[in-house]
């Protein structure tokens, strides 16, 4: 069920500097998703970008999605050392979710 | 958002018994599914359990491996049969669907080790 390739796989910025985390997948999807794992616990869902929908923002996220390149990209802005965490991006088509292989990233305080 | 508990949160088991994992939605919800991840990978779908009828598994994934049981719309299990090292993994349950029909919410994970 893992049919995307995020970059970079790792990721270590300095507390304050933005993080920015591409997706890439492969079919036509319904609706894309991006989340955060701690420490190999559950994921917490973030945000949702529908297909029909270019850019999302939450806070201090912001979400990119382009279907015609089969992208989507997270930007975290003023990070923070809470934020080191694994992302995840899952597309949606239909009743089948694929993950993409997720990046780490580590923000040193 | 839904919530999702799993029992237990983790385990340490002999190569050769079986475990059950057990997945509790606070409301009722569409689809219910059984991911696993291994050490540093992303998320593998083993199965999508069908509320009342048998499970629908993914390529690599069967039923005597996995039995998954789902008897209503907030409750399922995965069992991990006949365990090896190599199911060493995180198991995740996840639902999709009651109050939000979009968002795929998961459960805290199931941490299991086989000795």
């Known amino acids: 069920s893992q049919q995307g390739e995020e970059d970079p796989q790792a990721l270590s910025i300095q507390e304050g500097e933005n993080a920015t985390m591409n997706c890439s997948y492969k079919?036509?999807?319904?609706?894309l998703q991006w989340y955060r794992q701690n420490s190999g616990r559950g994921l917490v869902h973030l945000i949702l970008?529908?297909?029909?929908?270019r850019e999302k923002h939450s806070g201090r996220l912001r979400v990119t999605l382009d279907t015609s390149k089969k992208s989507s990209s997270l930007l975290i802005t003023a990070s923070r050392a809470a934020d080191t965490a694994s992302y995840f991006c899952?597309?949606?088509?239909?009743?089948?979710?694929?993950f993409g292989s997720g990046t780490k990233l580590n923000v040193k305080p | 958002s839904a919530v999702i508990s799993q029992k237990p949160s983790r385990d340490i088991c002999q190569r050769g018994t079986s475990l059950t994992i057990q997945c509790q939605v606070d409301?009722?919800?569409?689809?219910m599914f059984w991911y696993r991840q291994q050490p540093g990978q992303s998320l593998t779908l083993i199965a999508t359990?069908?509320?009342?009828?048998?499970?629908?598994?993914e390529s690599g994934f069967v039923i005597d491996k996995f039995p998954i049981s789902r008897p209503n719309l907030t409750f399922s299990t995965l069992t991990v049969s006949n365990m090896s090292p190599e199911d060493s993994s995180i198991y995740l349950c996840?639902?999709?669907?009651?109050?939000?029909?979009?968002?795929?919410?998961f459960g805290p994970g199931t941490r299991l080790t086989v000795l």
């Open positions: 359990a069908n509320q009342g009828s048998e499970a629908t598994y």
């Open positions: 409301s009722q919800v569409t689809m």
């Open positions: 079919t036509s999807i319904n609706n």
């Open positions: 899952a597309t949606r088509n239909f009743n089948k979710f694929y």
């Open positions: 996840s639902v999709v669907g009651g109050r939000n029909t979009d968002t795929q919410y």
């Open positions: 970008i529908r297909s029909n929908e």
